[in-house]
């Protein structure tokens, strides 16, 4: 199928749009619709800064995993430089980059357990920390090893860290390089997905982020003081088991916990 992509405005569906509108406005947004991969080279260049070649190489990286799904060859290569031109991308980059996927895909992968899919609340904030630096600036100083260790996407979330604070330029590229290959996989999947991409709406979707995994760690802090309370009562350690609850009591209040 060769796909077109219309974005109605105000949020409308076509039913809505076409009531408010009319049919014939409808039609001429529908008849001028992008392309598919026009749609989303529209949304890459809305993420990355396509001013810079970096930049461009960035968004065309962004891109090259759906380009890489056209099962035809010719086609295949066909809109890859139909792409790179949009960006402005050089050609010979272009080839580089498939060469490389080539060589990639002769290679045989390690036999290693399945890789696993990465939780929404991972995709989101990676979404938003990648997408603007007000957000990272924010963010990231809150997002502290105990949370990063439980995720699955850990490497790519402390490449992102090493980064920012090696005082080099972020471009996702720069991280790119910083992963093996199997997050460099996973973190091509992720940014692949369709995800909001408004600055401010991400940054509202990170803060979102952090608030439910803070929630989440204290809970478990307030789940293993409890056992810690029970445990020290069980073997008669009353100082223990009094100084527990008292902590626990300000852990609750901390967070206004009912329980």
């Known amino acids: 199928m060769h796909v077109r992509v219309l974005t109605l405005d105000g949020g409308l569906d076509p039913d809505e749009y076409v009531q408010q509108n009319g049919a014939e406005a409808y039609r001429s947004r529908l008849e001028s619709a992008s392309g598919y991969f026009h749609w989303l080279a529209d949304r890459a260049r809305s993420r990355f800064d396509t001013r810079s070649a970096e930049g461009r190489m960035d968004?065309?990286?962004?891109?090259?995993?759906?380009?890489?799904?056209?099962?035809?060859?010719?086609?295949?290569?066909?809109?890859?430089?139909?792409?790179?031109?949009y960006l402005g991308v050089d050609a010979g980059l272009v080839?580089?980059?498939?060469?490389?996927?080539?060589?990639?895909?002769?290679?045989?992968?390690?036999?290693?357990?399945?890789?696993?899919?990465?939780?929404?609340?991972e995709r989101m904030l990676l979404h938003a920390l990648l997408a603007d630096q007000e957000t990272r600036d924010e963010i990231l100083p809150r997002l502290d090893q105990s949370f990063i260790d439980g995720f699955?996407?850990?490497?790519?979330?402390?490449?992102?860290?090493h980064l920012i604070h090696s005082g080099d330029p972020f471009t996702f590229s720069a991280l790119e390089e910083r992963l093996t290959g199997s997050s460099q996989g996973l973190l091509h999947e992720i940014v692949s997905a369709d995800e909001i991409l408004d600055k401010n709406l991400s940054r509202e979707q990170a803060r979102n982020c952090m608030r439910r995994l803070e929630s989440e760690r204290h809970k478990r802090h307030v789940a293993a003081l409890?056992?810690?309370?029970v445990a020290a009562q069980r073997d008669g350690q009353t100082e223990e088991a009094r100084a527990l609850a008292i902590e626990l009591a300000h852990a609750e209040h901390a967070r206004g916990d009912p329980s």
């Open 95 to 121: 080839l580089d980059q498939f060469k490389k996927a080539a060589a990639d895909r002769r290679t045989p992968a390690p036999v290693s357990a399945p890789r696993s899919t990465a939780p929404a609340i």
């Open 59 to 85: 968004a065309f990286k962004f891109l090259l995993p759906s380009v890489q799904k056209i099962s035809d060859r010719l086609e295949r290569a066909a809109v890859a430089n139909d792409l790179a031109e």
């Open 226 to 229: 409890k056992a810690k309370v």
């Open 152 to 161: 699955v996407t850990r490497e790519i979330f402390e490449a992102l860290n």
